[in-house]
Nanobody, 126 residues
Framework: QVQLVESGGGLVQAGGSLRLSCTAS????????MAWFRQAPGKEREFVGG????????KYADSAKGRFTISRDNAKNTVYLQMDSLKPEDTAAYYC???????????????????WGQGTQVTVSS
């Protein structure tokens, strides 16, 4: 069982930055691929970015490329999402997700992740 707790959301002006954190409880965090998803009001949850268990490979949605950076610190059981050059369309609830994965493939669908955090709200004002 893995429990995930996100933090770091808030209100920021367009062009600003935020860093989200997701801390996992349980053992063997380094056996889990991690990902960030987001869901805006009235829209489906969408993949933002993912990272393999060792941190050596990442994958991003087109909307995140060049602006967002995902990283992880396995010693701290924590994955991060650094968001720069934020836009109003980035406003959403952001969710951390995890799934046991010893490989290098980064899934980008909700169904591929078994464990989810409760979400943290990011609001970008224009």
């Amino acid at each position: 069982q893995v429990q995930l707790v996100e933090s770091g959301g808030g209100l920021v002006q367009a062009g600003g930055s935020l860093r989200l954190s997701c801390t996992a409880s349980g053992r063997a965090f380094n056996n889990y691929a991690m990902a960030w998803f987001r869901q805006a009001p009235g829209k489906e949850r969408e993949f933002v970015g993912g990272i393999v268990r060792g941190g050596g490979s990442m994958k991003y949605a087109d909307s995140a490329k060049g602006r967002f950076t995902i990283s992880r610190d396995n010693a701290k059981n924590t994955v991060y999402l650094q968001m720069d050059s934020l836009k109003p369309e980035d406003t959403a609830a952001y969710y951390c997700a995890a799934d046991f994965n010893l490989g290098l493939y980064i899934a980008d669908t909700e169904q591929s992740y078994r464990y989810w955090g409760q979400g943290t709200q990011v609001t970008v004002s224009s």
